[in-house]
């Protein structure tokens, strides 16, 4: 860019066991881009609150969440395709969500991950540079041998073409590697279009990959043009050798593929892409995805459309927002599904969803006349009872709704959150947009708190399990410590399934009445501590 943007943007990531990760290439675009800091995961209570226009997070592997006051949020996630589970909780704290794989970035967007786009990895030319070396090398892989698949095409190469490199280099030893090597090869790990890709085309050297146009290649770069690919081992070798032996032919495709590369893929390319999207949000000053607009309803819950019993037929899901997880109810049950939602305008989108909605706040309005003697097989409270003054005599309204065999299913969060305490020994009690201190919260809850909530409504709980933060991987990596310390509060001598508690932001229940038949047979207190 011939100038810098007026942006200010705080930009994390790890680089403190590799310096050479997506982090540090982003670092380096965005540095000739517009002002920007770095900060590591390990300093996020350090980063600026207001002060910055766009607080960016790069995936590095490790396992955090960005505090909610920096707002506007962007993450990159570069590797849906190894740990999805994690990614796709992570995601839901961002404004928005960048994905470097497309099936990955579909898979967020149906899990329910709003503002998600795909954003693949890219280049950067001067350190994945074409060095003008004699070609020293007939075939390289430069990279970890980490996969069946790997292992069996590189030991077919070898026996074929012995004159190799194979091993581990990073940075510009790896720009010297590639460029000393006629052929780059690659095999990526789970249809990854993978870093490999375009630092091996940056640096002027053939590409041949396996087959990745189902994971959006094709709409990168051309096969034939910019890069050779291999549908089977057979084919792999034959390419080899044909393109070992007609130099003219792979030096064309291999030129061709740099000027691609550093046309459109290089990490600059990308930084602006991220800061275009962002600019509606960034300019703004808004957070659309921590707002409570219309994106606030329109959370699928896959995690508690798991929890929904087979062979149900008739749902109510009271606060049901926009629908879509009474949507994906019938999807996947082919169940009738009721809604109630206090909202009228998200109400109407409901409509569009499920089979009948009401409009109305769930404590004031008259179950016994308004479904008039119709029994369900479950009803959902997806977030619901912490916004009430009176959770209890809710589920005690619920209670004649419930046929034989029926199940309450319900999410609330968990105010023992290790955040939320120590903010709490700093005289912090803030409310925010979303999360644990929603602003809109009356009632706020711990596991036990919970318990005695069910208990004395007549319920028993038949399932409770804890969704946790990012932290709660760390103190698991840890050994799980029965001591521990954040900030400034320091925690001892607790059992550990206690200090588990800690880590949880929110837990997910199904409970079913005391005098159903499953209560009568297996009433167990979980007051225990």
């Known amino acids: 860019m011939e100038q810098k943007e007026n942006k200010k943007v705080v930009i994390i990531y790890d680089d403190t066991r590799q310096s050479y990760t997506t982090g540090t290439y982003c670092l380096r675009a965005l540095q000739n881009i517009c002002d920007v800091v770095h900060y590591l ?28 006051h920096l707002k506007p949020s962007a993450w990159w996630v570069i590797d849906t395709h190894m740990q999805f589970d994690w990614d796709r909780e992570k995601a839901y704290y961002f404004d928005m969500v960048f994905a470097a794989q497309k099936d990955g970035a579909e898979k967020l967007r149906r899990a329910g991950v709003k503002n998600v786009f795909w954003l693949p990895l890219a280049c950067d030319p001067e350190i994945h540079a074409k060095i003008d ?69 940056s640096t002027g050297s053939l590409l041949v990959t396996n087959d990745l146009k189902d994971n959006g290649l094709e709409e990168l770069l051309q096969e034939g043009e910019d890069y050779v690919a291999y549908y089977s081992p ?32 290089t990490y600059e390319h990308r930084m602006i892409s991220v800061l275009d999207r962002m600019k509606e949000i960034i300019d703004k000053g808004r957070c659309s995805q921590a707002e409570r607009g219309t994106s606030y309803f329109q959370f699928a819950r896959p995690e508690l459309l798991e929890l929904v019993p087979e062979g149900v037929r008739k749902v109510l899901d009271i606060g049901c927002a926009a629908g879509e997880l009474g949507a994906g109810i019938k999807r996947e049950h082919g169940a009738e599904v009721v809604g109630v939602e206090v909202n009228p305008s998200i109400a109407e989108m409901a409509r569009q969803k499920i089979d009948r909605v009401v409009s109305g706040d769930c404590e004031q309005l008259d179950f016994s006349s308004i479904f008039n003697g119709t029994r ?55 409310y925010q947009d979303m999360g644990i201190l929603d602003r809109t919260h009356l009632r706020f809850f711990t596991r036990r708190e919970i318990e005695k909530l069910f208990a004395g409504a007549g319920f028993f709980i038949e399932k409770m399990a804890p969704k946790y933060d990012p932290n709660h991987y760390t103190w698991l990596a840890a050994g799980l ?49």
Not at 46 to 68: H, R
Not at 143 to 171: D, M, S, T, W, Y
Not at 237 to 262: F, M, Q
Request: charged letters at 25%.
């Open 41 to 68: 995961p390990s300093q996020l209570n350090d980063i600026p609150k207001d002060s910055f226009d766009l607080y960016l997070s790069i995936d590095d592997g490790t396992k955090y969440v960005l505090p909610q």
């Open 133 to 201: 070396i004699p070609k020293k090398f007939d075939w390289c892989f430069v990279g970890h041998i980490n996969c069946k698949e790997r292992v069996e095409l590189i030991e077919l190469l070898k026996k074929r073409f012995p004159n190799c490199f194979v091993g581990q280099a990073f940075g510009k030893e790896m720009a010297g590697i590639f460029s000393a090597s006629r052929i780059v090869f690659n095999r990526s790990i789970k249809n990854d279009v993978n870093m490999r890709v375009f630092e091996a085309l």
């Open 234 to 265: 057979e084919e792999l070798v034959g390419k080899v050798a044909y393109y070992l032996e007609h130099e003219g032919e792979r030096e064309k495709i291999a030129g061709h593929g740099r000027e691609t590369a550093l046309s459109g893929h």
């Open 376 to 430: 369900f097989d479950c009803v959902i409270l997806a977030d619901i009872l912490e916004h009430l003054r009176t959770p209890e005599d809710l589920l005690r309204k619920i209670k004649p709704l419930l046929g034989e065999g029926a199940c309450i299913i319900a999410s609330i969060p968990n105010v023992q959150n290790y955040a939320v305490v120590a903010g709490l020994i700093e005289g912090n009690w803030a």
């Open 481 to 529: 410590p029965n001591n521990l310390t954040f900030g400034r509060v320091a925690v001892n001598g607790l059992p550990v399934e206690r200090v588990a508690d800690f880590f949880v932001f929110q837990y997910l229940i199904v409970a079913r009445p005391v005098e159903s038949e499953a209560g009568k047979e297996s009433v167990k207190p979980l007051l225990s501590w």
